[in-house]
């Protein structure tokens, strides 16, 4: 039974499909009303390349966007998460967290994008906050109107995703509008929220220098963003695209030098914020 499948995986690059398939649409509409049920791509531990310290993430299933480098995207589906009541889920964050405060580490919540399924995202969240462990969020910002500020407010960190500063491409690379995404920084910077801007680098497709210092010089306006990460695109996730029988329009692109993340690096850092 899917209800039974284990959170755990090795990655989030293990591919996941149709585990909650089983689930009727009503009680799937129900669960993201309630968020009393979330559906998970899976937990991973350990991880220290998903927020400070060592953290447990949940991925979460479920995405509005359709990034064209997307590199998870049977996470775009949320029934082809595993169903999780919200109850299991924090179970299973509680066995973590002692070791979780011991190494300065916490909670991250990712996905597919977390507020597909904002109900659950944020009694999870506020679970995991009660626990005494330092939350993240990672998220495109697209929903980030759904969360009120009480519920901001107990995610400690929040990893924003920042594509492109031009609409036009933003629209083009995602299918979505940027403006959501920039509304919700707006927003998390008039709480004083903490951010992180995570950019992910891809050759040909978002390494313009002026629209990458657009973006660098919007952050650097927000006073909250504590560091940028930039992601050198890659190809882990191609194979999840052929599998899904998904036109994947980057097979061909190679991932970014050393030099070329240097330099966007730098581009960033221009405008006054730590990147790396
Ligand atoms: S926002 Fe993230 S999960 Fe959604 S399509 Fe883009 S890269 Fe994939």
Request: aromatic share 8%; net charge neutral.
């Amino acid at each position: 039974m899917a209800a039974e499948t284990p959170l755990g995986a090795a990655s989030p690059f293990d591919m996941r499909v149709g585990l909650g398939a089983d689930i009727p649409e009503r009680t799937v509409r129900e669960a993201l009303a309630s968020g009393d049920m979330g559906f998970l791509h899976s937990y991973t531990t350990g991880s220290t390349v998903d927020g400070p310290g060592v953290r447990v993430v949940a991925w979460t299933t479920g995405c509005m966007w359709r990034c064209r480098y997307c590199h998870n995207p049977d996470t775009w589906t949320v029934t082809n998460g595993i169903p999780v009541s919200l109850v299991r889920a924090a179970d299973e964050l509680r066995k973590y967290r002692h070791g979780l405060q011991a190494m300065a580490g916490g909670f991250t919540l990712s996905g597919g994008e977390p507020l597909m399924q904002h109900r659950f995202a944020a009694r999870l969240l506020a679970a995991a906050r009660g626990m005494g462990i330092h939350t993240t969020m990672e998220t495109n910002g697209h929903y980030g109107d759904r969360l009120s500020d009480d519920e901001i407010r107990t995610i400690d960190l929040v990893m924003l995703g920042l594509k492109t500063w031009d609409p036009a491409r933003h629209r083009d690379l995602t299918g979505r509008d940027v403006g959501p995404t920039l509304e919700f920084a707006r927003r998390l910077a008039g709480l004083r929220r903490p951010m992180w801007i995570r950019f992910v680098l891809v050759p040909g497709l978002t390494d313009d220098p002026d629209d990458m210092a657009r973006s660098a010089a919007f952050a650097a306006s927000l006073g909250t963003v504590e560091r940028v990460e930039v992601l050198p695109f890659h190809q882990m996730g191609k194979f999840k695209w052929e599998r899904l029988g998904l036109a994947y329009a980057l097979s061909e692109v190679e991932p970014p030098t050393a030099e070329q993340t240097e330099r966007a690096c730098a581009v960033w850092r221009a405008a006054g914020l730590y990147a790396s």
